[in-house]
């Protein structure tokens, strides 16, 4: 499922202030890099499954793995796991819309705080 219009897709920002603010609404990093790309996870664990809130960007100056990098954000996604096969984002998917509202709050939040330091 993506998340249009959240006033996140296309903003730029320093990657590690991005760090800071996506790991205080709970989406980390970790591993989830390569020297171009990122990607900001938030794990939901509910009785319906797992779910990931995914927040994808893609370096436009420097390189992640130097931590000097501007980052611009795409459209964020809900995704559902499925084990072996991984997250799955298809339109047929669905998704308890207590999360969806909550995925709606933690990126409405964000889009708050990214714009304090957006480039």
Known sequence: MKFENTGIENKK??????????????????????YERV????????????????VFGQSIEGDVDTFKAVIQLKTPVLGKYYYPHGVEYGEDEVFPKSLVSQCEKILNDLNSEIEKFAK
């Not at 920002?13 to 390569?34: F, I, N, P, T, Y």
Request: no cysteine; proline share 0%; glycine share 8%.
């Open 13 to 34: 920002a320093d990657l590690v202030r991005l760090d800071e603010v996506m790991l205080s609404k709970g989406l980390v990093r970790e591993g989830q890099w390569d």
């Open 39 to 54: 990607t900001y996870d938030r794990r939901f664990d509910l009785k319906e499954g797992t779910f990931y809130l995914r």
